[in-house]
């Protein structure tokens, strides 16, 4: 299975990401976060365990061009 980790503000959107994504039989949703800065700490602390990460590109704080 592929797995997908979220990182969006707006807690309906990661919500309805993740319902969206378990449709799938193929993909799990192994995490999320609301913020740029608490993806980075996360990271940082070896927590995302994530073949792919579908990042908001704006976001208060870090937006997604600065987190990558």
Do not use: H
């Not at 193929?26 to 073949?51: H, P, R, W």
């Amino acid at each position: 299975k592929i797995s997908v980790y979220l990182v969006d503000d707006q807690a309906l959107v990661r919500q309805g990401m993740q319902a969206l994504l378990s449709l799938s039989g193929d993909i799990v949703c192994s995490g999320s976060c609301g913020s740029g800065s608490e993806f980075i700490q996360q990271v940082q602390l070896n927590q995302i365990t994530a073949d792919i990460v579908l990042l908001d590109m704006r976001m208060p704080e870090l937006d997604g061009v600065d987190v990558l």
